[in-house]
């Protein structure tokens, strides 16, 4: 079926890493499927690629446009912001460094192939992972009318295969053919799986990281940090306002320092299988961290308890590619109203691999009242009020032992 598809389509625009997979998707896209343009796309979302030898390698594979496009910013004051702002935490532990970033990308498929009239978009997904959930059901739900073609899904070949029919259209190999892992990255982080990671007792070997130092190379001294909040948003590390991307940049190389931020799960993939993952997200865990310590701060018990399952629906639905549909819009409701008063300072200190949150202040929404929580001489609770609230509150389960409790 998408073979048929693919035949119909004349001019495709194509998401473009610069990796052999998507370089092959171009020569494929034409020969096999006859399309009869095929334009590229590639995203800078921080994650510090040189982007003109990869606007170069999709032309020498046979591109006939080649378009690159910074997102960054977009990429963190609307996607990561909001994750922040949720708490997010896919499965309570994975931040979606690699989920947040691909109905981004899918939405400016959707707009490119908009401007340059083309008929359909594609991507070099394989079969088995997330990221052709999130790009079939972003571009899906943005734009039902268009075509997604999915070259890797349909063709069947290895890795080898790939890059043999890639030699052949006169796509170089690979330079490091040796590197065993899958890589995905951006400014929020990194993901690595497969080769020796496929084995869940194996642990990691220290090459794998590179946004996070090993706990034997961090600094000695703990250092703290202080970060700032404004109606949910990061502003400020340190007392220095920072633009949301140079914030980012540097709670990766705060947290990065001092180690911490790695993580080593086992997942579970929209498509149903387990997989091992290894993340380093240092800055972003950091940020979600300190926003979480805030609103305990300043949100009311009861919104506080309610977030924790919004959350956890919001993760769910980010990682499971639902990003522009009804249900994310309605719980955005939610969050964006609790954040209003989520404004003030928290304080952690790194040290060798952990963040310790250590302080926190809100001048303007604290909720944590002094006069209230001491057990100084100034202490204003009234205790005695306590014994008529305990009556009440103990009175079912005091019933309930009455008659169950018959010995
Ligand atoms: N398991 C992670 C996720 O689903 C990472 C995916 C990495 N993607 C990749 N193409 N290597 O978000």
Not at 89 to 108: F, N, V
Not at 179 to 186: A, H, V
Not at 279 to 288: A, D, F, S, V, W
Not at 355 to 363: D, E
């Amino acid at each position: 079926m998408e073979q048929e598809q693919g035949a119909r389509a004349k001019r495709v625009v194509l998401a473009y890493s610069g990796g052999v997979d998507t370089s092959v998707c171009i020569p494929y896209l034409k020969r096999e499927w006859g399309v009869e343009e095929v334009i590229t796309f590639a995203a800078d979302l921080g994650q510090g690629d040189e982007l003109e030898p990869i606007r170069l390698r999709a032309l020498e594979s046979g591109a006939s446009r080649s378009l690159v496009g910074d997102l960054i910013d977009p990429f963190i004051r609307d996607f990561a912001f909001p994750a922040i702002r949720a708490n997010a935490l896919y499965e309570g532990r994975y931040p979606l460094s690699t989920a947040l970033a691909r109905p981004l990308i899918a939405r400016q498929l959707v707009q490119v192939a908009r401007e340059l009239g083309a008929d359909a978009v594609a991507h070099g997904c394989t079969g088995k992972g997330n990221d052709q959930v999130r790009f079939d059901v972003a571009i899906g739900s943005l734009a039902p009318d268009l075509k997604v073609l999915t070259p890797a899904r349909e063709w069947a070949m290895s890795r080898e295969e790939t890059i043999a029919y890639g030699e052949r259209c006169g796509i170089p190999a690979p330079v490091s053919k040796k590197n065993p892992y899958s890589i995905d990255l951006n400014l929020l982080g990194r993901s690595i799986e497969a080769g020796p990671l496929e084995d869940p007792m194996a642990e990691p070997s220290e090459e794998v990281f590179a946004m996070t130092r090993a706990i034997g190379d961090t600094p000695d001294e703990s250092q703290v940090v202080e970060i700032a909040f404004e109606q949910g948003n990061p502003v400020a590390i340190d007392g220095i306002g920072l633009d949301p991307v140079s914030l980012v940049r540097r709670a990766n190389e705060l947290a990065g320092l001092h180690g911490f931020g790695r993580m080593d799960i086992i997942e579970n993939r929209v498509v149903g299988i387990k997989s091992r993952e290894i993340y380093e997200t240092p800055g972003l865990l950091l940020l979600i961290r300190a926003h979480q310590e805030l609103e305990s701060l300043t949100l009311a018990a009861d919104v506080v308890r309610y977030k924790r399952q919004i959350e956890s629906s919001w993760a769910d639905l980010v990682y499971q590619g639902l990003w522009f549909g009804p249900l994310k819009q309605a719980l955005d409701g939610f969050l964006d109203c609790t954040q209003a008063t989520v404004t003030g300072v928290v304080r952690i200190r790194l040290h060798k691999g952990t963040a310790m949150v250590i302080g926190r202040s809100s001048t303007s929404d604290s909720l944590y009242v002094p006069s209230m929580a001491t057990y100084g001489s100034d202490d204003r609770f009234n205790h005695r009020a306590a014994e008529g609230f305990i009556y009440v509150w103990g009175m079912p389960i005091r019933l309930w032992a009455a008659t169950h409790r018959k010995s």
